[in-house]
């Protein structure tokens, strides 16, 4: 993505590298162990709900008072 009017320097232009060394892949060394498998934690449920989320006055509902004129 270019600006709008950009213009190109001609002395300066991208070339694709054509001589790129391909990265070395490394063989890593496959460990087995003998450790049993770990069960996940038991969860309780809550059967208790939240109240509703709401905003603090003036963002949310509240209780206005009219000025008197």
Excluded at 19 to 30: E, F, G, M
Excluded at 35 to 44: D, F
């Amino acid at each position: 993505v270019v600006p709008p009017g950009f213009v190109p320097d001609p002395d300066y232009t991208w070339v694709p590298r054509t001589r790129v060394q391909p990265p070395t892949v490394k063989a890593t060394p496959t460990t087995t162990s003998s450790t049993p498998p770990v069960s996940p934690p038991e969860t309780t449920t809550d059967s208790a709900v939240p109240p509703p989320f709401e905003l603090p006055p003036p963002f949310g509902p509240g209780t206005t008072t009219p000025t008197p004129p």
